[in-house]
């Protein structure tokens, strides 16, 4: 293959959530099986600078990678896909893209120039773009376009991608997600809306080479004859994308579909054979195929919208197909929770996760819930919140300190058991300020995660400004907690865990950020199975 980096672009056309982050890792999945070097690109045009400081209910989860960005969702698909880590340049908004434009001006940069959308912010979109191309580690870049054609918003993105296309030549393509309605009245898949999406795409000057269409219906010739009619684009290139049973099946679908040899030969590039996909198989054989099942509580608040917890509920599939068993999530709501109705609402589940979160709002039931689970040696795991919960349950109904909390619910608690990181002191603003990121940690030997890691050093990502308050350490280690894993450099407790109990731990960072198709999470797989031996 030529040297140069080959581009490729997915956008979007007739409605949101259509899926462009599973198709854009689909794609690179089958690349990536096929031997090539790929990585994928979130552009999405919201002002926030990150999605650190949005609601979970506004874009679900907020994944974090290695290197501390806050970032959308989909980049946890991209890893949990190709099981190599992203980064910041992974992710880009308009609010940073505008950020260092004006930053740039106020240091004088433009030399008295007028700054404008075009070509300024259309110069650093493309810098952002090409700069994954330019590290040299990459042989495709898949970036994809947030939002729909025709959004106001978009449009400067779109604008770029015209540009590169004209730039780059035979070294970039696009890729047009779109939806193929289905009228039960008539019984037909209808064409119009992918038509004027991509007549949209014309107006800005952008015309895509493939075009793939969500459906609930097979597409039959004369549909594909149509749509590439009129849209330009050869029959070939229109690629059915029905619902699948799991997004891990879509990278298979694309594959009949030749989604893959489509695009190399668009690119030039030649590769022989087919894409190595043994292992993919593997799993989704043992995902399709449990031979048991297993109940497992999710105590969150933000319950309602299940993206909030993407990686957590996808680490559980991970884990469930190691353990040949099928993890049933049940969403339970924390503030639902009392201390009456919390042995009729856990009836039958085999262990309960308390998940992180920020805020006052809910925290009781955590601690309830965890308090249930210890007291009736109910596999527990708690993530971030739910590991501080887990000091201040333990704080409250074991060491007797009844006022114990976390300074971020109670600023004036007695007995602050998590308190804020000495150098959050002094912060004001809210974004990208936490603990983010990878963090190393020293795991204590003869203990419950040196088990389930079964190695000294462990490093693991963070998203947090509150922390063990250190100074509570020895009552905690007198009343029988364990402080199992500890951060090297500043001394801070990582890991707590009790012993005498079939499986009761919690930690501070998130497991569940790396977990993924290829590498599932031994904390996860060892609670599974904790909770299958429950069973
Ligand atoms: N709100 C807690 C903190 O900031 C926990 C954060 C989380 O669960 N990610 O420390």
């Excluded at 109940?295 to 884990?319: C, P, T, W």
Aim: proline residues 4%.
């Amino acid at each position: 293959m030529s040297n140069s980096t080959k581009y490729i672009f997915v956008t979007g056309g007739v409605t949101s959530s259509l899926g462009k982050g599973i198709i854009s890792a689909s794609l690179a999945k089958l690349l990536q099986a096929r031997g090539f070097t790929v990585t994928i690109q979130k552009l999405d045009p919201y002002i926030n600078v990150d999605p650190g400081t949005l609601n979970p209910y506004e874009h679900g989860e907020c994944y974090v990678t290695d290197d501390g960005a806050e970032t959308d969702l989909d980049l946890g698909h991209y890893e949990r896909f190709l099981n190599v880590p992203t980064s910041q340049a992974n992710n880009v908004t308009t609010g940073r893209i505008y950020q260092s434009v004006i930053e740039k001006e106020r240091k004088g940069e433009f030399l008295g120039r007028t700054v404008q959308v075009i070509p300024h912010i259309t110069d650093e979109i493309k810098n952002r773009i090409k700069q994954l191309g330019k590290t040299g580690q990459f042989q495709f870049v898949i970036t994809e376009i947030g939002g729909t054609v025709g959004d106001i918003e978009s449009l400067p993105y779109i604008e770029a991608v015209r540009q590169l296309k004209w730039e780059l030549g035979n070294n970039c393509m696009v890729i047009h997600l779109t939806l193929l309605p289905y009228l039960s009245t008539t019984g037909e898949l209808k064409t119009k809306p992918t038509q004027h999406s991509v007549k949209v795409l014309l107006e800005y000057g952008v015309q895509p080479d493939v075009l793939v269409c969500r459906t609930e219906h097979p597409v039959n010739k004369d549909i594909r004859r149509k749509l590439a009619l009129f849209c330009n684009v050869a029959e070939d290139s229109v690629i059915e994308a029905m619902d699948a049973r799991t997004i891990y099946e879509v990278p298979l679908l694309m594959e009949k579909e030749k989604l893959d040899v489509i695009v190399l030969k668009k690119l030039g590039v030649e590769s022989q054979g087919a894409p190595q996909l043994d292992n993919w198989r593997n799993f989704l054989n043992k995902f399709y195929n449990p031979s048991k099942e297993v109940r497992i509580g999710l105590i969150g608040k933000y319950v309602e919208l299940k993206d909030s917890y993407k990686s957590i509920s996808e680490a559980f599939i991970h884990a469930g197909a190691v353990n040949d068993c099928k993890v049933q999530l049940e969403w339970i709501h924390s503030e639902s929770l009392t201390e009456e109705n919390i042995p009729t609402k856990f009836n039958g589940l085999k262990g309960i996760l308390v998940a992180p979160g920020f805020g006052n709002r809910g925290i009781e039931g955590k601690i309830l819930a965890i308090k249930y689970a210890r007291e009736n040696n109910l596999p527990f795991l708690g993530i971030c919140l739910g590991m501080q919960c887990t000091v201040i349950e333990y704080a409250r109904n074991v060491i007797g300190l009844r006022d114990a909390h976390s300074r971020e619910m109670n600023p004036a608690t007695s007995s602050p058991v998590i308190d804020l990181l000495e150098n959050q002191k002094s912060i004001s603003n809210l974004g990208g300020t936490m603990r983010l990121g990878s963090y190393a940690c020293e795991v204590e030997e003869g203990t419950l995660a040196s088990k389930i890691y079964n190695k000294k050093k462990i490093n693991e990502r963070h998203r947090h400004r509150y922390e063990f308050n250190n100074e509570y350490k020895k009552q905690f280690v007198d009343a029988g907690m364990v402080l199992s894993g500890i951060n090297p450099d500043g001394g801070l407790v990582e890991i707590v865990e009790l012993p005498n109990h079939p499986f009761f731990i919690g930690v501070q960072f998130h497991p569940e950020y790396k977990s993924t198709v290829e590498n599932p999470h031994p904390l996860f797989i060892s609670f599974v199975e904790a909770a299958l031996k429950k069973a």
